[in-house]
């Protein structure tokens, strides 16, 4: 069983929708959980945290259940902009210096005109 | 802008040849690296831990005399590729944790074809 989980999609959407994705992970240990975004042949970019308690960015809310182990990241009203590939990433350390971060296979979101 | 610089963006070689891979965090001192390896349509998978002054951390299936990682700055980690082959084909991307806010950032990546 891998690490992260994601459904890879893709997930085609018209604009002004709202999308949601899904992730499960396996370590129970696992403390610190983002969301993460990936443009083709680009680096991750920091899209947000994850907190116990859930949190929201402008379009974007994310939320944890730890109980199931499963994180979830909402988009609403898509812009065309958003299309791209969302890695959800946790880590194995709570604010360790390492840090180590273990990736998902990416969701890939195509938001149609 | 960048806040970790990686060179080269892309880079192409023959099978046999070495290539060698650096990351610079800009405006700041990262004293450690992480490298990682990007397949086409995977995720991401850690390769090391590059820790400045000291020998790098591998994980677990990684070549530690294939992929030789030097960290002999604050500011400068490489990673050269050794006696490349054409499965060694992939994107590598560093990544430093910044100073104060614990964030990771990325390199740009570099995109390696190996003929």
């Known amino acids: 069983r891998k690490e992260v989980e994601q459904d890879p999609g893709p997930f085609n959407v018209p604009e002004g929708a709202t999308v949601a994705f899904n992730c499960t992970y396996s370590n129970s240990a696992s403390q610190s959980f983002f969301w993460y975004r990936q443009d083709c042949r680009k680096e991750p970019k920091l899209l947000m945290s994850?907190?116990?308690s859930g949190n929201e960015d402008g379009r974007f809310t994310a939320q944890l259940n730890r109980a199931s182990q499963y994180i979830s990241l909402l988009i609403r009203d898509s812009k065309l902009s958003d299309s791209a590939t969302y890695l959800c990433?946790?880590?194995?350390?709570?604010?360790?210096?390492?840090?180590?971060?273990?990736f998902g296979t990416g969701t890939l979101l195509a938001v149609q005109p | 802008g960048a806040v970790v610089s990686q060179h080269p963006s892309r880079v192409i070689c023959k099978s046999g040849t070495s290539v060698k891979i650096e990351c610079r965090s800009l405006?700041?001192?990262?004293?450690?690296m992480f490298w990682y390896r990007q397949f086409p349509k995977q995720s991401l998978m850690l390769m090391a831990t590059s820790n400045e002054g000291s020998k790098a951390t591998y994980e677990q299936g990684v070549e530690k005399d294939k992929f030789l990682i030097n960290h002999a700055s604050l500011t400068l980690s490489t990673l050269t590729v050794t006696s490349a082959h054409p499965e060694d084909s992939s994107f590598y991307i560093c990544?430093?944790?910044?100073?104060?806010?614990?964030?990771?950032?990325f390199g740009e990546g570099s995109r390696l074809t190996v003929l």
């Open positions: 994850v907190y116990s």
């Open positions: 990433v946790v880590t194995d350390l709570y604010g360790g210096a390492t840090n180590k971060l273990i």
């Open positions: 405006d700041f001192q990262a004293t450690t």
């Open positions: 990544s430093a944790k910044g100073h104060y806010t614990g964030e990771l950032f």
